[in-house]
């Protein structure tokens, strides 16, 4: 077989894989169910380049147990395991405790609630066209809405502020 006839089985070979990857993420979004997702902006450590956010999410806790420590004269409050799996409940995506969980977890409690924070699961990229992100005052929040595959970390699809309960979607253009 001539080398040009190998190379081009290589590139056929090639563009398959990567189809076949783009038409399963396709099926999913079509198949899968989606949510919407507090989340917050936080500063990425990835060698890639590009315009993207590094966003961690924010869920409901549940499971985890707390334990107190003492640091120095200061009391703290930290909750166990460390880790957790993500649970798709009713229109809600959940953290649930578990030892050997595919997540790594912070736990905290806010308005007598467990709220878990996932780091680094999730970029979303960003048109080179398009300015980055900013919200205006402390009472926007910033949230995803997302795929939830039946394994993985959640697959943002767009992104969306909050204010005064309010959730608005932001434009993609």
């Given amino acids: 077989?001539?080398?040009?006839?190998?190379?081009?089985?290589?590139?056929?070979?090639?563009?398959?894989?990567?189809?076949?990857?783009?038409?399963?993420?396709?099926?999913?979004?079509?198949?899968?169910?989606?949510?919407?997702?507090?989340?917050?902006?936080?500063d990425p450590n990835l060698p890639i380049r590009g315009k993207y956010l590094s966003l961690s999410i924010e869920v409901p806790a549940e499971g985890f147990t707390k334990q107190d420590q003492i640091y120095g004269t200061y009391p703290n409050e930290y909750f166990t395991p460390n880790r957790c799996n993500l649970v798709l409940r009713g229109e809600q995506l959940l953290a649930v405790a578990n030892d050997r969980g595919d997540f790594w977890v912070n736990v905290q409690r806010r308005d007598n609630s467990l709220v878990a924070i996932i780091?680094?699961?999730?970029?979303?990229?960003?048109?080179?066209?398009?300015?980055?992100?900013?919200?205006?005052?402390?009472?926007?929040?910033?949230?995803?809405?997302?795929?939830?595959?039946?394994?993985g970390p959640p697959r943002p699809i767009r992104l969306g502020i909050k204010k005064a309960g309010v959730l608005t979607p932001l434009s993609t253009d």
């Avoid at 894989?17 to 936080?42: C, E, M, N, T």
């Avoid at 970029?123 to 394994?151: M, N, Q």
Wanted: glycine share 6%; no cysteine.
């Fill in 1 to 42: 077989m001539k080398s040009l006839y190998k190379g081009l089985l290589i590139a056929l070979l090639h563009v398959v894989i990567v189809s076949s990857l783009g038409a399963k993420f396709l099926y999913d979004r079509v198949h899968r169910p989606r949510v919407w997702i507090r989340s917050a902006l936080y």
């Fill in 119 to 151: 780091n680094g699961q999730t970029a979303y990229f960003l048109p080179e066209h398009k300015s980055g992100l900013v919200l205006h005052d402390r009472s926007e929040e910033l949230w995803i809405e997302a795929t939830i595959p039946r394994k």
